[in-house]
């Protein structure tokens, strides 16, 4: 992320690899705070301060302060770096979006290894919801996944603890670590009366961005379609919208188009969005540009001040004409939901499976200059029919379930291909 990227991505935790904090040091090279009459001397270099900020009365901060120093009876858990960042953190709590997130040095590291495919850690993404810890989507492979955490699963307690009002943080600090060790989540699943105790042993994850098949229906292992055995489907999946998505995405669409004439030699393609918690807003315009003909609208960006900006479709791609649908669920959330609202409002595919995320903001990821990094909300998103679907999410115009008795069935993707052989 050089500079500044936009990010379309489900909060700011990425793989239980981020924490919540924010703190105010946009283009500011250096910020002292000094005693005097209990506010704060600021110097600011390259930037004037806000004029909010020298318009407020700090001393109960610094009285706070002072007296923790003075009177706190433990004085080695008094550590000022921490102190500070929590203050970060509480600023950033008062504006009650959980999408706009300091990254102290570390933190910004591993949400890039995230992006860039590769981290340990459990292998899921997270959230927050009305005071608990949620899962959004577990990664395709992972240690959560395999382990059996599910998307829309609430972790009520980590090792044993509460996680009760637990920042993203917290939650992070406490669910990541290092391959080889283990972490047990108390977690309830979705519609379910009682909680399940998951032991997860974590793991270095290489995550691709795309997986691709072009097959027979009776050598897909997942489906039970005996009577189209014979018939042949394409296949794409998406796990995220990553540092080598657009890349993978090429080699993957290059090599169906080969292998199908063009597309003439299959049923149809099914594309897989389900679990997909999003990334980078220019990757989900790239993606839909291979199906979308050349300007279509993909997405419409609103800034806070009514400014609309439009981006479309930037390319003429290889699967114009391939009949297609498209694979949600509710693991599915931002940068995967622009592709599939695009699509559904071009009426260039159905969508099949369970109702999406809803996260429809977009997030300007900012690195500063001490390593640390900032995501800022600084739009929300539309489709092309401008609807924003932001917590209500995409509704399939087809719904299927998945078969939770058979995890080895997958009644969704065996639902798409009845779709397309009709």
């Not at 498209?326 to 260039?348: C, F, M, P, Q, Y």
């Not at 200059?369 to 679907?389: R, V």
Request: charged letters at 25%.
């Amino acid at each position: 992320m050089n500079g500044e990227k936009k990010l379309i991505r489900f909060q700011t935790v990425i793989l239980v690899l981020i924490a919540l904090l924010v703190g105010y040091y946009i283009g500011v090279t250096r910020i002292n705070l000094a005693w005097k009459n209990y506010k704060p001397v600021i110097i600011v270099q390259s930037k004037e301060p806000p004029p909010a900020l020298t318009s407020i009365d700090f001393a109960p901060f610094w009285i706070v302060w002072q007296k923790l120093e003075a009177e706190y009876y433990d004085k080695s858990k008094l550590d000022a770096q921490k102190m500070l960042i929590g203050a970060i953190g509480g600023m950033v709590g008062s504006i009650g979006d959980p999408f706009t997130s300091y990254f102290p040095p570390q933190q910004n590291e591993d949400f890039k290894s995230g992006l860039a495919g590769q981290f340990q850690g459990i292998g899921a993404e997270l959230g927050t919801e009305e005071d608990r810890i949620i899962v959004v989507a577990p990664l395709k492979g992972s240690p959560a996944l395999n382990a059996g955490v599910r998307p829309g699963d609430t972790i009520l307690e980590v090792d044993g603890k509460s996680t009760f009002k637990w920042s993203l943080s917290q939650a992070v600090e406490k669910i990541r670590g290092p391959k080889g060790t283990g972490v047990v989540l108390t977690v309830l699943h979705k519609d379910a009366k009682e909680t399940t105790k998951i032991k997860i042993v974590r793991d270095v994850i290489t995550v691709e961005s795309t997986e691709s098949w072009v097959k027979k229906v009776g050598d897909i292992d997942s489906v039970k379609l005996p009577s189209a055995k014979d018939k042949k489907i394409a296949y794409i999946s998406l796990s995220q919208f990553g540092d080598n998505t657009n890349k993978e995405w090429l080699s993957a669409v290059n090599k169906i188009t080969l292998e199908t004439n063009g597309g003439k030699s299959v049923e149809g393609l099914i594309l897989d969005l389900r679990n997909n918690p999003g990334g980078y807003l220019s990757d989900a315009a790239f993606i839909s540009s291979e199906f979308l003909k050349q300007d279509s609208v993909v997405v419409i960006e609103e800034e806070g001040n009514g400014k609309k900006t439009i981006l479309r479709a930037e390319r003429k791609g290889l699967l114009q004409e391939i009949p297609l649908i498209v694979l949600i669920n509710k693991g599915s959330a931002s940068a995967s939901e622009i592709v599939a609202g695009a699509l559904r409002d071009h009426e260039r595919a159905t969508l099949l499976g369970e109702n999406s995320f809803g996260k429809g903001t977009v997030q300007q990821a900012e690195d500063l200059g001490d390593g640390a990094g900032l995501h800022i909300t600084i739009a929300k998103w539309l489709t092309p029919n401008e609807e924003w679907i932001n917590v209500v999410g995409l509704k399939p115009d087809i719904e299927v379930k998945p078969d939770e008795k058979d995890l080895k069935h997958d009644a969704v993707l065996e639902k798409a291909i009845e779709e397309l052989l009709k």
